[in-house]
């Protein structure tokens, strides 16, 4: 049987959703009557339209997901959360400017779970370096978050768990 993380952490801004929340987009957001999320110029928003099975999947697997932004933008990033109903997939949020070492050693210290049990997707090399030498299993995503992807990366974790 594969083995699962104990924590899936994921990036937002090119990895859940297509733009800088801080800066291609302008909050506050909103549901219009259509259904759709806009900005306060009306402007539909949308996710990477995958997104949310892979966090449909994750919990069916009962692997935890947490958040970890360096956006600005912390009110606008947690409100999307909330408007496309994912907000309940995390069980942690860690969005404020900063190196994500920070954002892990918050998610190590408030979950316990030891850096070699976790996994991140984020689209910035600079982050995947960052976290990578924590010794997290680290995934590069391309083109927003996908099945492909999240099927790649617990695959890839798999292997590190391999003879442990
Ligand atoms: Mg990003």
């Given at each position: 049987m594969a083995q699962f993380p104990k924590l899936a952490v994921f990036d937002l801004d090119y990895t859940l959703w297509p733009f800088w929340v801080d800066t291609h987009v302008d909050p506050p957001f909103h549901k219009s009557s259509d259904g759709t999320i806009r900005d306060r110029r009306g402007q539909t928003i949308l996710l990477y339209p995958e997104v949310p099975e892979v966090l449909e999947r994750l919990q069916i697997a009962k692997v935890p997901v947490a958040a970890a932004s360096r956006t600005g933008e912390i009110e606008g990033a947690n409100q999307l959360l909330k408007l496309f109903d994912l907000?309940?997939?995390?069980?942690h949020r860690e969005i404020y400017p900063g190196s994500k070492v920070t954002h892990f050693e918050r998610l190590q210290q408030k979950?316990?779970?030891?850096?070699?049990q976790m996994i991140f997707f984020d689209d910035e090399r600079r982050n995947i370096s960052d976290v990578s030498q924590l010794g997290v299993t680290c995934i590069h995503v391309q083109n927003g978050m996908t099945l492909q992807t999240l099927t790649e990366g617990l695959e890839a974790f798999a292997k590190t768990q391999a003879g442990h």
């Open positions: 907000a309940r997939h995390f069980v979950t316990g779970v030891p850096f070699s």
